[in-house]
T-cell receptor
Framework: SQQGEEDPQALSIQEGENATMNCSYK?????LQWYRQNSGRGLVHLIL?????REKHSGRLRVTLDTSKKSSSLLITASRAADTASYFC?????????FGKGTMLLVSP | DVKVTQSSRYLVKRTGEKVFLECVQD?????MFWYRQDPGLGLRLIYF???????EKGDIPEGYSVSREKKERFSLILESASTNQTSMYLC??????????????FGPGTRLTVT
């Protein structure tokens, strides 16, 4: 399967700092998606980047995609305590997603 | 807003019981999915369905079955629950590819404990 792998597994920062999470995958993709999961809850879709795109922004989120390196990064700028969550990348088959194991982000006030 | 609901947030069952997990979505999505989530293993796809009465096996279908009699409802069935099926179960739905992409919308999850 085209599983994404996030790095680091855990990240701890202070409010106001930027947080960067990386995702590597193994095979060609149609698109790559990032999701957030607050503790014990369902996942929420954050952003989708297509294979022909290199960068995408949504509010404080910036996603990059390098298909030659089979990697993506998610940058959260000016982080807030409410950003504390697990973040997952998901690579896309025709109609299914394959999720990585996630990065746990802790933002301290 | 898309809403995906799951029948229970927490469920405790005994080994050998038959367990039904229900999922309902209200946005006329064709695709529906069941995942389980375990620490250190991430989300793994159990089954998915792209139409009423259609089902496809995911990565870990053993010990599970599904039912989709109506478009909005997708049920996960544990025929004889075992302790290794203790997990968080997440349901999701999405539009059919070609109808707007495959962003998935998740329910809140059911934490199942089998004793």
């Amino acid at each position: 399967s085209q599983q994404g792998e996030e790095d680091p597994q855990a990240l701890s920062i202070q409010e106001g700092e930027n947080a960067t999470m990386n995702c590597s995958y193994k095979t060609s993709i149609n698109n790559l998606q990032w999701y957030r999961q607050n503790s014990g809850r369902g996942l929420v879709h954050l952003i989708l980047i297509r294979s022909n795109e290199r960068e995408k922004h949504s509010g404080r989120l910036r996603v990059t995609l390098d298909t030659s390196k089979k990697s993506s990064s998610l940058l959260i700028t000016a982080s807030r305590a409410a950003d504390t969550a697990s973040y997952f990348c998901a690579t896309v088959g025709y109609s299914t997603l394959t999720f990585g194991k996630g990065t746990m982000l802790l933002v301290s006030p | 807003d898309v809403k995906v609901t799951q029948s229970s947030r927490y469920l405790v069952k005994r080994t050998g019981e038959k367990v039904f997990l229900e999922c309902v979505q209200d946005m006329d999505h064709e695709n529906m999915f069941w995942y389980r989530q375990d620490p250190g293993l991430g989300l793994r796809l159990i089954y998915f369905s792209y139409d009423v009465k259609m089902k496809e096996k995911g990565d870990i279908p053993e010990g599970y079955s599904v039912s989709r009699e109506k478009k909005e409802r997708f049920s996960l069935i544990l025929e004889s629950a075992s302790t290794n099926q203790t997990s968080m179960y997440l349901c999701a739905s999405s539009l059919r590819v070609g109808r707007g992409g495959n962003e998935q919308y998740f329910g809140p999850g059911t934490r199942l404990t089998v004793t």
